[in-house]
């Protein structure tokens, strides 16, 4: 069965950097429609934090803008997250997670919600002081 394992998780300093890594398995990551990090904080909703396509087009929220990276890793069939310039608001439970398209109506789409996603990993925690 399909499944995600988020690694790279840790506690850092503002201003500091991690890498998060997510392994999938019995699908491959390079001809996924879609897959995306997302992150929850304690009394807060999951929010998207990136996603990339099977294109290789990629989107971020604005609070990671220029700080984060999302990417693929063909060869060993994972998704990371490169996340510098750490700041204490990036503290949350990070999720990787894959979709198919969704259908608005008229027109195939990427996917714009966490309900949208198919698949999820069970998270890796991230803490900035």
């Known amino acids: 069965h399909v499944q995600l394992v988020e690694s790279g998780g840790g506690s850092v300093q503002a201003g500091g950097s991690l890498r998060l890594s997510c392994a999938a398995s019995?699908?491959?990551?390079?001809?996924?429609?879609?897959m995306g990090w997302f992150r929850q904080a304690p009394g807060k909703e999951r929010e998207g934090v990136a996603r990339?396509?099977?294109?290789?087009?990629?989107s971020y929220a604005d609070s990671v803008k220029g700080r984060f990276t999302i990417s693929k890793e063909n060869a060993k069939n994972t998704l990371n997250l490169q996340m510098n310039s750490l700041k204490p608001e990036d503290t949350a439970r990070y999720y990787c997670?894959?979709?198919?398209?969704?259908?608005?109506?008229?027109?195939?789409?990427?996917?714009?919600?966490?309900?949208?996603?198919?698949?999820w990993g069970q998270g890796t925690q991230v803490t900035v002081s």
């Open positions: 019995e699908f491959t990551v390079s001809r996924y429609y879609c």
């Open positions: 997670a894959a979709a198919y398209e969704v259908w608005y109506g008229d027109h195939w789409g990427l996917p714009n919600r966490p309900q949208d996603y198919t698949y």
């Open positions: 990339i396509d099977s294109d290789g087009r990629t």
